[in-house]
């Protein structure tokens, strides 16, 4: 069956189910699935708006990430010690996330977007290469570009956010009589 979305976007069910099983295993197994598959499967994939598809993942997380956290605190894998931290962190990037993210060009995103996902695919290789091959530093190696990914598109964003705001609201002149 197809169903409609905001913008006159014709989907068939089927897709968004696959979509959300698919990330949803995911999920469980490696506790990935919504930044980095379900996200940009909802703007390639089924036609949203990328500030609608992150909008639309991070609601839906609040729910699966719920069952998910749920189930692995019942097994005794939640430490609470960590997540009053990290909700008190991931909230206000959050909220800055989003106003920039609304402020910034679909494609701009798509490329930001689409570096972090190379750039974390290689750090996460050199991790794993520095482990098998016992090389401590390309461990350290990874950290730092996963570290300096992350920075730099938030950076970029942010600037990008600015000049859309800087471009909407240009400073007035005043002239002096």
Do not use: C, N
């Amino acid at each position: 069956p197809m169903i409609s979305l905001r913008g006159g976007i014709k989907v068939s069910l089927w897709m968004i189910l696959l979509v959300a099983f698919a990330t949803g295993l995911l999920s469980g197994f490696l506790g990935v699935g919504g930044g980095f598959i379900r996200m940009p499967a909802l703007f390639y994939l089924i036609g949203v708006p990328v500030p609608i598809a992150v909008g639309t993942d991070l609601f839906e997380i609040v729910f699966s990430g719920g069952i998910g956290s749920f189930l692995y605190a019942m097994d005794g894998a939640v430490d609470l010690t960590i997540v009053v931290p990290l909700l008190a962190g991931s909230a206000g990037g959050a909220r800055i996330g989003a106003a920039a993210t609304s402020l910034v060009d679909e494609d701009e995103i798509k490329v930001y977007f689409g570096a972090m996902l190379l750039l974390g695919a290689i750090a996460v290789a050199l991790r794993k290469i520095g482990t098998f091959m016992d090389v401590p530093v390309l461990q350290t190696v990874s950290l730092v570009v996963i570290l300096g990914a992350a920075t730099l598109v938030a950076g970029a964003v942010v600037v990008s956010s600015i000049r859309e705001l800087r471009s909407e609201h240009p400073a007035s002149t005043s002239t002096a009589d």
